[in-house]
């Protein structure tokens, strides 16, 4: 079976720090582009990073370019979610996908950002 | 960036109906366009890639269309299990963005 499991969310003070991470299965993860996409809360759907093959390409939304690093290890069919500078706004249910059109999608893991 | 503008953001609809929603793009994205549906509490579901291709598994109830700038997804006989949100995304260029949702409901 073809999945993403993400894991690593909970509920930190502003400036803090979390890393998610992303346990792929069932496919080639090493040939796959990876990506993270978020959901505020009532809020639609964000592309957040995402990561090619090789980690050679990186690319992130405006709003947390500095503040947060996508990265992957091929050899652990794993993808990580780097997240410093934490802001209220970054609240939000974090979904790790394969691919640019993005499938299948994890269950997701949500960041809390509070004081 | 490539703005994505849905429509309409929610509708009403019978069990049966044909249900079109629309999205159109800020600038052309040839057919890099997929569609997903998402219910309540749960992650999004992919449905179509390419404008147009059906994922496995989807019912052949859905289809979509398009090209350019304009695309549309259609759903030819609504059934129970098809209330939901439906998002449209774009994966020609980054930032990959998407379109504001339109929520499904019951009439």
């Known amino acids: 079976e073809v999945q993403v499991v993400e894991s690593g969310g909970g509920l930190v003070q502003p400036g803090g720090s979390l890393r998610l991470s992303c346990a792929a299965s069932?496919?080639?993860?090493?040939?796959?582009?990876m990506s993270w996409v978020r959901q505020a809360p009532g809020k639609g759907l964000e592309w957040v990073a995402n990561?090619?093959?090789?980690?050679?390409?990186?690319h992130y939304v405006d709003s947390v370019k500095g503040r947060f690093t996508i990265s992957r290890d091929n050899a652990k069919n794993s993808l990580s979610l780097q997240m410093n500078g934490l802001r209220v706004d970054d609240t939000a249910v974090y979904y790790c996908?394969?691919?640019?059109?993005?499938?299948?999608w994890g269950q997701g893991t949500l960041v809390t950002v509070s004081s | 960036d490539i703005q994505m503008t849905q429509s309409p953001s929610s509708l009403s609809a019978s069990v049966g109906d044909r249900v079109t929603i629309t999205c159109r793009a800020s600038?052309?994205?040839?057919?890099?366009l997929a569609w997903y549906q998402q219910k309540p509490g749960k992650a999004p579901k992919s449905l179509i890639y390419g404008a147009s291709i059906l994922l496995s598994g989807v019912p052949s109830t859905f289809s979509g269309s398009g090209s350019g700038t304009d695309f549309t997804l259609t759903i030819s006989s609504l059934q129970p299990e098809d209330f939901a949100t439906y998002y449209c995304q774009q994966y020609n260029s980054h930032p990959l963005t998407f379109g504001g949702g339109t929520k499904v409901e019951i009439k």
């Open positions: 600038q052309g994205i040839g057919n890099s």
């Open positions: 990561i090619n093959q090789d980690g050679s390409e990186r």
């Open positions: 996908a394969r691919g640019l059109m993005f499938d299948p």
């Open positions: 069932g496919f080639r993860f090493s040939y796959s582009w």
